[in-house]
Structure formats: structure tokens, C-alpha cells
T-cell receptor, first 115, second 111 residues
Framework: GAVVSQHPSWVICKSGTSVKIECRSLDFQATTMFWYRQFPKQSLMLMATSNEGSKATYEQGVEKDKFLINHASLTLSTLTVTSAHPEDSSFYIC???????????FGSGTQLSVL | DAKTTQPPSMDCAEGRAANLPCNHSTISGNEYVYWYRQIHSQGPQYIIHGLKNNETNEMASLIITEDRKSSTLILPHATLRDTAVYYCIVSPMNRDDKIIFGKGTRLHILP
């Protein structure tokens, strides 16, 4: 079945550094991918919709200059958390749908801890 | 905002059927009902989806009311590994349509 791969699984960084998270669709082309953030004991919150070859669409309240999204190919979207701060520590999850498929597939998530 | 309402938590004895309800009274005609679950610190896992007919797969059964305003996910023989947060979601099947998660139901399977 369709698989979405997310890397890295966890990352620890110092405050002020930037962190890149990759999301790949392994056996299908994804013109659209979605990025979510999840804080402990809370639900997934949609951050942005990543569109191949064009700018991402951000949800209200999500800073586009803080969370840079690049969707340069049909199988890869990246989320870069710029100048990370401790409040950016969270679980980040990507997802994608294959064309003609009704399911949304999720990556395994990235736990970001900013010291 | 999420278009679904679920109880925040439920308990179920191991080996018994777990019945998880979901209300989606504002569902549109082109929207499917999806169920996902999330085990701690993992990405959500697809369980089942349906439009208006009841559905069954190797994991669960989905019962959708005739007016489509509510549904029930049934795990026929719950095991400890079914302990997770279960999310009921309504969404069109189009590839570009975003999915908004509600708060889900935290299911505890009791030994």
C-alpha cells in the first residue's frame, strides 16, 4: 500500500537553529501534502497545505516565515522550522493522498525538542 | 473547525467489542466518514472509511446511520494493543481537500 516516509523521527536542537523535516511519498505521486503539529495530549493541528510547484497555504495563526515549506517534487515536501525556540518543541506529522485513493496516509512523525 | 463530535474517553474490557460513537450532523453529501487512530508518539493509522453503506475490513466495522448524521466504529474483539486515540473525520475524497482533526476519543482497553 501507499507509504509516507518522514525523517528524522526525532531531533534535538539548540535555540536559534533551524531544523528541516522531510516527508516523502514512497510509491505514489503527491501533488498535495499536509503538515500537522501536535502538542502533548492534544489533537493534530493542521499547519499548512503543501502544493507541488507553488507556495504553501498556511492555516490562520501559523507564521509562514517561521515554518518554511518547500514542495519541489511530486514525492518530497520539506518543513523547515527557522530559528527554533523552546515553544516550537512539538510533534510534527506530514500526510498525503495518492491520486484516486480515498485514504490519507501519514508519516510516522518527528519529535522536535528545542533546548 | 472539526465537523465531528466524539466522547473524550471510553473504557472497554479486553476481548469485548468496543463501540465508538461519532456525531457528524452537518456532513455534506460528498463527504466520507473516516476513522483513524493514533497510538502514542506515532502518526495516525487508517482504520476504515465509508460514504453511506456499512463497511467492514480486517480491523473494524463502520456503521453509518441512514441519515448519515452519526456513525459507530466497532472493534469486534478489543485487545490491549487497541489502546489509542480514535479520530472520526468527515472529508471529501478529493486529493487536495484538507482534513481537520477533532479531539478524538481516548480508548482504554482494560485487562
Amino acid at each position: 500500500g501507499a507509504v509516507v516516509s518522514q525523517h528524522p523521527s526525532w531531533v534535538i536542537c539548540k535555540s536559534g537553529t533551524s531544523v528541516k523535516i522531510e516527508c516523502r511519498s514512497l510509491d505514489f505521486q503527491a501533488t498535495t501534502m499536509f503538515w500537522y503539529r501536535q502538542f502533548p495530549k492534544q489533537s493534530l493541528m493542521l499547519m499548512a497545505t503543501s502544493n507541488e510547484g507553488s507556495k504553501a497555504t498556511y492555516e490562520q495563526g501559523v507564521e509562514k516565515d517561521k515554518f518554511l515549506i518547500n514542495h519541489a517534487s511530486l514525492t518530497l515536501s520539506t518543513l523547515t522550522v527557522t530559528s527554533a525556540h523552546p515553544e516550537d518543541s512539538s510533534f510534527y506529522i506530514c500526510s498525503a493522498r495518492a491520486q484516486g485513493r480515498e485514504k490519507l496516509f501519514f508519516g510516522s512523525g518527528t519529535q522536535l525538542s528545542v533546548l | 473547525d472539526a465537523k465531528t463530535t466524539q466522547p473524550p474517553s471510553m473504557d472497554c474490557a479486553e476481548g469485548r467489542a468496543a463501540n465508538l460513537p461519532c456525531n457528524h450532523s452537518t456532513i455534506s453529501g460528498n463527504e466520507y466518514v473516516y476513522w483513524y487512530r493514533q497510538i502514542h508518539s506515532q502518526g495516525p493509522q487508517y482504520i476504515i472509511h465509508g460514504l453511506k453503506n456499512n463497511e467492514t475490513n480486517e480491523m473494524a466495522s463502520l456503521i453509518i446511520t441512514e441519515d448519515r448524521k452519526s456513525s459507530t466504529l466497532i472493534l469486534p474483539h478489543a485487545t490491549l494493543r487497541d489502546t489509542a486515540v480514535y479520530y472520526c473525520i468527515v472529508s471529501p475524497m478529493n486529493r487536495d481537500d484538507k482534513i481537520i482533526f477533532g479531539k478524538g476519543t481516548r480508548l482504554h482497553i482494560l485487562p
